[in-house]
Each structure stands twice: as C-alpha cells, then as structure tokens.
C-alpha cells in the first residue's frame, strides 16, 4: 500500500511540474494586444509599448498573447530550432513531394523591418521581402521564438507558397 502511495504522489507531483512549466511558458505583458490585420492569410501587428523589466520578449511571446486574447488562433511545434508555426486561423500549411525530390507548398514566412541590431542581421529585404502599406518587410532570418519583439517595429505572418528542386 505504501509503495502505490509514493507512486501515486511521484506521478501527481510529475503531473503538476509539467502544468506549472506550461502556464510558466506565456508571461503575459501588462499591453493591449492587437494586430492590424487578422486574417487566413495574413496577420500584421506593430509592436507596442514593451515593459523596461521585459525587454526578453520575443514574437512568439505576442503571438501566445493574441492567442490568449482570442485575436488570432495558433497551432504549431516546437523544435530544435524554436517554434515551427503550422496554422494560422485555421489555415494549415501544406507540403507536396514529388518523385523526382522536388516539392512545394504553402506555409507561413514571417517578415519584418526589424533588420538588425548591432551586428546582428534579423532580416534581409534582400533575400525576400514583402510590402505592406508602403513599408518594405524583410523576410525573417529567425523564427518566431527567436525573433525580438521591438517597440514599434512591424511584424507579418504571411501566407505563401514556396517550392523546392534537389540541385542536380
């Protein structure tokens, strides 16, 4: 009896860390969250007012609060590489293969003109860039986890189709 006590407790302590390290994962900021655009193919937001004590911030961060604030809905994974955005509003990516190794497809690509910091290049209007209300969006070097979230600075999930060819 008292070792299916200990293994009760152990298994319910267990249960209540991974609930405790879920809610710790959104910090919600003390801002309105808001996008200028909120569609199945396009959310466009600028960033607010950013806390002095929360300058850690990232974008995913404000994505979670516009989720928690029912502005957007946001399905997605997480990865070695951060959090691999997979739906937006119900439009899920899609990957089509083909024999020869090519593929293509529609996901969501993440542009800012945010560009970089220091010596840091977040974004490259060069490489790929999108135009939003006559303001020239780089695409994104970082993904959402990893891209900082900076007072003013505009943010665009878009909708898009991309292809693949294996070089020869």
């Known amino acids: 009896m008292k070792t299916k006590l200990v293994t009760f407790l152990g298994a319910a302590a267990a249960v209540a860390t991974l609930f405790g390290m879920a809610a710790c994962s959104f910090r919600p900021l003390d801002i309105e969250y ?7 193919t396009l959310v466009v937001f600028v960033a607010p007012e950013i806390p002095e004590d ?22 997605g994974d997480n990865s070695e590489y951060g959090y691999f955005i997979t739906s937006v509003n119900g439009k899920a990516a899609q990957t089509n293969n083909n024999a020869d190794g090519s593929s ?26 999108y135009e ?13 986890s990893n891209l900082p979230l900076v007072t003013g600075y ?14 020869a």
């Open 34 to 40: 808001a996008a200028e655009v909120s569609s199945d």
């Open 54 to 75: 929360r300058k850690d911030v990232s974008v995913k961060d404000y994505l979670d609060g516009l989720v928690a604030n029912e502005v957007i809905t946001m399905v």
């Open 104 to 129: 293509y497809g529609m996901s969501w690509s993440l542009y800012t003109d945010f560009f970089t910091e220091g010596d840091v290049v977040y974004a490259d209007p060069a490489y790929q860039s």
């Open 132 to 144: 939003y209300n006559g303001k020239l969006l780089g695409y994104a070097n970082y993904g959402v």
């Open 154 to 167: 505009t943010y665009a999930l878009v909708y898009e189709d991309w292809s693949y060819a294996p070089q």
